[in-house]
């Protein structure tokens, strides 16, 4: 899965067993058993065709260096005003998952990071429930902007699915795990109440949507169902 499990410290298998304990687990991995390394039963995809590009997206950097410099610089980009500050995408191409959140919050923007504060750290602790460290995933926002009291108009969410269609393409992860509402409603088309628990298929990688982790801190409830969507972006395909 990726992860190195014999090197966890004491803090970090601590921390592990601490999202197991709050996710409900408690039992090796779930009810039925699951072949992590080997073949598993297939789950169908829902392969979501491309959306219809308009002219400008079509002129998209091509290299995911060139993407990120143009995220960092270009005056067009969705909910950009003004001197807004941007919160920029963090990890290396071909990561083991890319994690793609919705619009950060004022925390996010004073840290710099698409996660931070708690949620950054429940998020860590999620990876490593899946035997994953954060520096084996790639993590970005729908939109760079946070925009109080804004809520994106359908040519914005739009414009965000496409940018974030070809950042995937650009970053190639290995697995892509959709966090929260409105990254779903762009992407997949459909609230996360109904796109969870299937399989999808962005730009050829393997998509799960989950709850985005500062959710999950107002709704601990909802982290059992979390933990299973994370089962289920690590089950093997056939």
């Keep these: 899965m990726g992860g190195e499990h014999d090197r966890l410290t004491a803090a970090e298998a601590a921390s592990v ?3 197991w304990i709050e996710a409900g687990v408690d039992v090796a991995v779930q009810e039925e058993p699951r072949a992590w390394l080997g073949a598993a039963a297939t789950v169908p995809a829902e392969v979501v065709p491309p959306a219809q590009i308009p002219a400008a997206a079509q002129d998209l950097p091509a290299s995911l ?3 990120r410099s143009w995220l960092s610089e270009t005056p067009s980009l969705p909910l950009g005003q003004g001197n807004a500050r941007r919160v920029l995408p963090r990890g290396m191409e071909a990561a083991e998952v890319m994690l793609l959140a919705d619009m950060p919050t004022p925390e996010d923007v004073a840290s ?11 998020t860590e602790r999620m990876l490593a429930a899946i035997g994953f460290d954060s520096e084996q995933a790639y993590v970005a926002s729908l939109s760079c902007f946070h925009s109080p009291g804004t809520r994106l108009s359908g040519t914005d969410l739009d414009a965000c699915a ?17 966090l929260g509402d409105t990254t779903c409603r762009a992407l997949l088309g459909k609230p996360i109440t ?4 299937h399989v999808h ?3 050829g990688v ?6 985005h982790p500062r959710f999950l801190l107002d709704r601990p409830s909802n982290k059992a169902l979390a933990w299973r969507d994370l089962l289920l972006l690590m089950a093997e395909e056939v």
């Design 162 to 178: 496409d940018i974030a269609r070809r950042h995937i393409s650009l970053a190639k992860p290995k697995r892509l795990l959709l």
């Design 112 to 122: 710099g990071q698409p996660i931070s504060g708690q949620a950054w750290e429940l």
């Design 65 to 67: 260096e060139a993407f």
């Design 201 to 203: 298929k962005i730009e």
């Design 206 to 211: 393997r998509t799960v949507p989950t709850f």
């Design 194 to 197: 109904a796109a969870r628990g």
């Design 17 to 19: 067993l601490g999202w």
